[in-house]
């Protein structure tokens, strides 16, 4: 049941080319829609009968944001994809761009349509120049064929469509700091509400979506969004995109239902290398907390199961570690993430990141201090909800979910100075 | 008033460079032209040797039209602009958390050897610097790097000495 | 609208009426509900970043902001809950772990935000262990001191620049614990509005550098006062030690400066200090200056006066400076014509005084209204520099779509979209001249113009709008055809429904006017000069700086029998050519009134002693009076005079006619035009002696000569060169500045700055020289 969605041409030699992209259906349903003028109403229906949710993070059904935004509302509106793919752990992105970039193209357009966009952007994160040319160039072949730019197909509906390269920030992630981005200034977050479906890019009503999310749309519409629905599980619809990396044989981007056991994604992934035994898995990229490898065996991938068991499944990026690995290394290298990549305008975020990482870098480095723990503990918690976006959050559960399962660790390296698991000292 | 602000728009740079900054205004709506500001320091500092002056941002402020404090903040906050001197090849390496359990550290190690130099160093002959970078979505090919726009991975020391040995 | 309706909210427990969709923050300030915050400032756009003003509202799980918080009907808000007191801790402890809490050394002690909040909120011991950060400093001019270290990143001074001033000079560089607020590079800020910072600034990142390490704020005594230098009349507050001025920060008021303060309010105290004030009485005896005490001096001016009186009372002129009280100008006045003479003036930078004279130069309107217009036309007005605040007001008309328009003869760099036509001051009349053509006001002057597309336009949208408004500036007021352009203003204003005003140049030139210090039948400013007068009586002025025509001031009053000056300064002119110098009171060291720009009479209190033997302007004209044995001298406090001018003139000044344009142009010039501003910091005598802002850029740049480039290619000249200018018998020596804001024939060339006084109009022909 794997590669329905986005990997479905996997087979093809040349699937980001515009021809072998059209020989299996694609721009199909873009042009039914432009041509039989399809109610934009009738599409949120089916996106929302879709179950699909975004594939950025947060897993807002998709549906039922574009239906926030005022059609008839004078003025432009704006259409914005997130490829800035920062989430360490987290590279699905870079495959849509590479290997399928006409779907991202397609469903762009129908997502433009639908909330009436006259320009889309997509925010492709800076490092990734190989596949931004392949975007760039998917872009160029659906002009040349008609559908982008003025009256598409003849349909009266003219959309623009341009990337915008990011600069290197894993904050423009968020969704208005990278409004912020396109707009030439710092990607600083803004405070919420208002949203941007009322105050988005240039003050105008925007829908922001993550590339994985966008590029499903076509196949949704096309195949049917009960068909996407039922690939998945009760609300988790359709197939996903899961990154798995680490201490696997065969590390990679694999399409799965939602849904589908953690252990057959491991399988896929060829198993631990070299005959380790797993220790712990970071579910959904590196804001989310960690689960023990035998915990996460039994557990499925969908948003619910790893909510239950404490954790997010966020952008399905999936970072397996094996026996050897010291977690307070990991929390140390984590918190230097966080601490480097704030953006530093709200307080908690800007003053607590850095904190929490020398505290953690402190006792990775044989200077922790009995109380060390609490204050950990009690820092993050202080963090947590109290800033303007969510990347202080972010930096905050790991940090709760590593003392939950790992305590005892941080303990060693306190008491003896030094690492209790062999390989790191 | 500084010489920057009675320069005429058109002696700014070198008609290529403004004619690629042009293209990248021309993306964004009129009077939307600060949203080229990211790509127009892009495109100066690659031409700048692969890191950017006060002169040449102040530059790009005058071509935009904005106050130098703009771009300053722009520049600044994204950690794809340089403010020192570069190797002609920058070589990005990623430590973060995929990368550091699959042994970046050894690649670390391994350049720092070869090469004589630490993060944030250049070599004497110009040719490499090193940079730490954080994740660079690319977990799946790990140990990796990022050399100008092309991306390198499952690094070992034997594979990262051919690589370098190819660039220039 | 729903924003008009009025709601209900509950705050601890109290409910609260409101307004739909205000700020939770202004709704609790407003009930006296304390909410400790940084960022949030109510003339600043919302940040919401600090996160100290943290609330609980019900059904939101997580503490939300309350200055980024609109009230709804019914929200049930906790300010005191577990909830916010744990967020409240939280923040103020992050706030703190990485500032020095070097309290003692620093000159916000005291009347620190942060300190304060701190108090309330904060925890006593600090679990912190690591190093804190440091951040290096960049020099940002003379008027503000950094300490970067201290900064909490709640960006009020960035928004300032950027919201307020209108110039984005600083920002937030860096990202994260690494961002800094400041320039990024050394760099001085330059905005006339810079010292605001230093009142926004809630913690010692930004102090006033003049003041750095003066006093600490509780040895101060506050004293509120009213700005002497622009008609806008500021609200300020002068904080004494000792009975000595320490510092000036704006006292607020909304219908006046709001919070605001211009540099030049703000840092002129400084003049006070100069050691040029004049402390003791002085009689020239035998071309020597000797002390001499109160009374043998002011017999000596008395019994000159009287003499001079007794043969020819016209043979007395009396100039009086616009920036003295009201109180000081009346009793000037009852000497002169005690005296039998009726030449008294305060317009000592007019030179056409054909005009009507009896006209009120004022706003014709409100300060606050300034910000409802929705289109302006400003002839000869370097608004910014010289009505910083009035150039605020129009900003914000502009922000909100105003249409200002601007005849001038030079190119300002102004904070807001502006159509400006640029031209030499003859074309100045031209170009007005035309636009009353074609807004169909006739006149002979309108009749062989040439009326372009670009004057059309301006009178369409003078025509269009609903409130548009004319004013008449400094640079209009100085020019040789000041009746022609009020005439042809009152045209326009007429043929398109256009209210018409004067911007008042100083402090307290409406004063003067309301209670006319104005020659009814005898000379003016300018004729005063131009047929020397045996005796002078000088109220504040400095005759080579005060006035239009330096070297014709100089000269008349060289010539005088007895020039008795009244002053709180010797200056150099003085010194050469008066006959007694009577020390006045400087700033915050006298009581009086102002009549500002909207006409509004504003009555302040001395907050210093009098330095050295200085006394009062009113209590010496007082004594004067008496010794000359005039009637009406017995007053006994300041207040006494300001009742009985106030009942005198007290109304609303009448809505100004600015009377016909009559008369030749007598703007035209064969060879190069002389623009003769005088720069923001040499307005007046106080300001000139202000040590830190003669040491910002805008002043030591003030001092240059400038010309746009193709009159220096036509001359020969490039930037740098030395130059003299050479007006009529007058030759000053300047640096060259190429400056393409200047109109085509003319030099742009500073009146009031050291080298000036030698030099004629501040409008004439003039020639340049290499040197
Ligand atoms: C710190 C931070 C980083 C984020 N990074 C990404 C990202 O790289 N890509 C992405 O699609 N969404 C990212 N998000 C989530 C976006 O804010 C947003 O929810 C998403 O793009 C919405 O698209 P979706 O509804 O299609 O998921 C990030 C959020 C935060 C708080
Ligand atoms: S310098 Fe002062 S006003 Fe500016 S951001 Fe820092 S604390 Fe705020
Ligand atoms: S005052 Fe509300 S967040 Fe700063």
């Not at chain 1, 399809?38 to 239906?67: C, N, Y």
């Not at chain 3, 109290?14 to 709704?27: R, S």
């Not at chain 3, 614990?177 to 913690?203: F, Q, R």
Request: aromatic fraction near 6%; hydrophobic fraction near 40%; glycine fraction near 10%.
């Amino acid at each position: 049941m794997a590669n329905e969605v986005i990997f479905k041409n996997r087979d093809l030699d040349r699937l980001w080319d515009i021809e072998q992209y059209r020989s299996r259906g694609g721009y199909e349903i873009l042009t039914r829609i432009l041509t039989e003028k399809t109610p934009p109403a009738e599409i949120i229906d089916g996106m929302k009968t879709s179950g699909l949710r975004g594939r950025g993070g947060a897993g807002f059904p998709t549906g039922l944001k574009w239906s926030f935004i005022n059609r008839s509302a004078p003025g432009d509106k704006y259409l914005v994809c997130n490829s800035d793919e920062g989430e360490p752990g987290t590279f699905k992105d870079r495959d849509i761009l590479r290997y399928n970039p006409h779907a991202l193209v397609e469903g762009m357009l129908i997502a433009s349509y639908v909330i009436d966009a006259h320009r889309a952007y997509n925010y492709i994160r800076g490092e990734f120049w190989e596949p931004y040319e392949r975007f760039q160039n998917a872009i160029d072949q659906a002009r040349a064929a008609g559908f982008v730019g003025n009256n598409i197909l003849g349909s009266g509906f003219d959309c623009e469509l341009n990337v915008h390269l990011g600069g290197g920030a894993y904050v423009c992630g968020e969704e208005t700091a990278l409004l912020e981005s396109i707009e030439g200034k710092k990607g600083q977050p803004r405070y919420k509400p208002p949203f941007p479906a009322h105050v988005g890019l240039y003050g105008r009503p925007t829908v922001i979506n993550n590339t994985e999310t966008l590029a499903s749309v076509p196949t949704i519409l096309r195949e049917g969004a009960e068909q996407f629905r039922d690939i998945g599980v009760e609300n988790s619809g359709g197939s996903k995109l899961f990154s798995i990396s680490g201490h696997v044989k065969n590390p990679g981007v694999f399409e799965l239902p939602m849904g589908t056991p953690f252990s057959e994604l491991f399988e896929l992934a060829g198993g631990m290398r070299d005959g380790s035994k797993i220790k712990a898995v970071i579910p959904g990229g590196s804001s989310s907390p960690v689960i023990p490898g035998e915990i996460m065996m039994d557990l499925t991938m969908d948003y619910d199961a790893i909510a239950k068991a404490g954790s997010m499944l966020g952008s399905g990026a999936v970072i397996v570690m094996d026996e050897s690995t010291c977690m307070v290394k990991v929390l140390d290298r984590m918190g230097y993430f966080y601490y480097e990549e704030s953006c530093g305008q709200c307080t908690p975020c800007r003053e607590g990141t850095g904190w929490l990482y020398r505290i953690v870098h402190r006792i990775e480095n044989g200077q922790g201090r009995p109380e060390d723990i609490d204050l950990l503990m009690d820092v993050q918690n202080r963090i947590r909800g109290k800033t303007i976006c969510a990347l202080g959050d972010a930096a905050a559960m790991p940090v709760a979910g590593m003392l939950r399962y790992y305590q005892d660790e941080f303990q060693y390296h306190i008491d003896h100075k030094k690492c209790k698991v062999g390989a790191g000292a | 008033m500084s010489a920057l602000e009675t320069k005429n728009r058109n002696e700014l740079f070198t008609p290529e460079i403004r004619a690629e900054i042009d293209h990248e205004i021309a993306k964004y709506p009129e009077a939307e032209s600060q949203s080229a500001a990211m790509a127009a320091l892009r495109i100066v500092q690659d031409a700048n040797g692969g890191w950017l002056t006060q002169e040449r941002m102040d530059e790009v402020a005058a071509y935009l039209d904005l106050p130098p404090i703009a771009i300053y903040e722009v520049a600044t906050f994204y950690s794809m602009y340089e403010h020192k001197p570069v190797g002609r090849n920058k070589l990005c390496v990623c430590t973060n958390i995929s990368c550091m359990i699959n042994n970046s550290d050894q690649i670390v190690e391994h350049l720092n050897n070869r090469l004589g130099i630490k993060f944030g160093e250049v070599t004497e002959d110009g040719r490499f610097s090193l940079k730490e970078v954080e994740c660079l979505g690319a977990c799946g090919g790990a140990p990796m790097m990022q050399v100008g726009r092309k991306y390198y991975e499952n690094l070992t020391p034997e594979r990262l000495d051919s690589i370098l040995d190819e660039l220039e | 609208m729903s924003e008009e309706k009025t709601i209900t909210i509950e705050v601890d427990g109290q409910p609260l009426e409101t307004k739909a969709g205000a700020l939770l923050i202004d709704v609790t300030d407003a009930a006296g509900i304390d909410i400790p915050r940084f960022c949030y400032h109510k003339k600043l756009s919302i940040a919401a970043s600090c996160r100290m003003c943290l609330v609980e509202v019900a059904k939101v799980p997580k503490p939300i902001p309350a200055c980024a918080t609109q009230v709804m009907d019914g929200m049930v808000v906790q300010t005191r809950s577990p909830m916010v007191l744990a967020a409240q801790k939280a923040t103020m402890e992050f706030l703190l772990i990485n500032h020095p809490l070097d309290c003692p050394v620093c000159d916000q002690g005291g009347e620190c935000e942060l300190q304060d909040v701190a108090m309330g909120y904060g925890s006593d011991v600090t679990r912190f262990i690591e190093t804190k950060r440091v951040v290096p400093e960049n020099d940002i001019g003379p008027l503000i001191a950094t300490d970067m270290t201290r900064c909490i990143h709640c960006t009020r001074c960035v928004r300032f620049g950027d919201e307020v001033a209108g110039m984005r000079e600083m920002g937030a560089t860096g990202r994260g614990e690494h961002m800094t607020i400041g320039t990024y590079v050394a760099h001085n800020l330059n905005s006339e509005l810079s010292g605001n910072v230093i009142d926004l600034c809630p913690v010692g990142a930004l102090t006033s550098k003049p003041f750095q390490y003066r006093a600490r704020a509780w040895e101060l005594t506050r004293h509120t006062g009213v700005a002497p230098h622009d008609s806008v009349g500021s609200n300020i507050q002068i904080h004494t030690r000792r009975g000595e001025v320490m510092r000036v920060h704006p006292h607020s008021n909304d219908a006046i400066n709001e919070i605001w303060l211009s540099d030049r309010d703000r840092f002129s105290y400084e003049g006070v200090k100069s050691e040029e004030r004049l402390t003791q009485p002085l009689i020239k005896k035998d071309g020597e200056w000797t002390e001499a005490s109160w009374e043998e001096a002011l017999e000596a001016a008395a019994s000159g006066l009287k003499k001079i009186a007794s043969t020819d009372a016209d043979q007395i002129g009396t100039l009086v400076s616009p920036t003295a009280t009201l109180e000081e100008i009346a009793l000037a006045r009852k000497i002169t014509e005690g005296l039998g003479s009726s030449n008294i003036d305060y317009r000592l930078r007019q030179e056409d005084f054909r005009g009507n004279s009896s006209a009120v130069p004022w706003l014709g309107q409100s300060i606050g209204s300034l910000e409802n217009i929705d289109s302006a036309l400003l002839i000869g007005s370097n608004i910014r520099k010289d009505q910083p605040l009035l150039a605020h007001r129009l900003r914000k008309a502009a922000l909100k779509g105003a249409k200002i328009q601007l005849i001038n003869p030079l190119h300002l760099d102004l904070h807001f979209d502006a159509a400006q036509m640029v031209s030499d001051p003859a074309g100045m009349v031209h170009n007005l001249a035309a636009i009353a053509e074609a807004a169909g006001g006739s006149h002979h002057l309108t009749e062989q113009i040439e009326v372009t597309d670009e004057h059309k336009a301006i009178a369409e949208e003078l025509k269009r709008s609903e409130s548009a408004v004319i004013l008449l500036g400094n640079l209009a007021q100085s020019h040789p055809d000041y009746t022609i352009l009020c005439g042809l203003a009152a045209l326009i204003a007429k043929a398109t429904e256009a209210s018409v005003g004067v911007i008042p140049m100083a402090a307290n030139s409406v004063g003067a006017a309301v209670i006319g210090a104005i020659p009814d039948h005898g000379l003016n400013a300018h004729s005063m000069l131009e047929n020397p007068r045996k005796g002078y009586l000088l109220l504040g002025v400095e005759p080579g700086r005060d006035t239009n025509n330096p070297a014709l001031a100089r000269s008349a009053i060289s010539s005088a029998e007895l020039v008795v000056a009244v002053t709180a300064y010797r200056s150099l002119c003085l010194e050469e050519a008066a006959s007694i110098m009577l020390p006045m009171s400087g700033f915050g060291e006298t009581s009086g009134s102002f009549v500002n720009a909207e006409g509004r009479w504003q009555h302040f209190s001395g907050a210093a002693a009098p330095l050295g033997e200085s006394r009062p302007g009113w209590k010496i004209l007082r004594v004067l009076g008496n010794l000359l044995d005039l009637d009406g001298f017995d007053y006994s406090s300041s207040e006494e005079i300001r009742d009985e001018l106030r009942d005198a003139h007290g109304a609303e000044p009448k809505v100004t006619s600015l009377g016909a344009a009559k008369g030749k142009i007598r703007s035209a010039v064969t060879g190069l035009a002389r623009i003769g501003e005088t720069p923001i910091y040499a307005a007046d005598a106080l300001v000139r002696r202000a040590t830190s802002l003669q040491k910002t850029a805008e002043a030591r740049e003030a001092t240059a000569a400038r010309v746009n480039p193709s009159v220096a290619a036509d001359a020969g000249l490039s930037d740098g060169d030395k130059v003299a200018v050479v007006q009529g018998e007058g030759r000053a020596e300047m640096v060259l500045r190429i400056d393409p804001h200047i109109p085509d024939g003319c030099v742009w060339v500073p009146a009031a700055v050291p080298g000036s006084e030698s030099l004629g109009d501040q409008f004439g022909e003039l020639s340049l020289e290499k040197v």
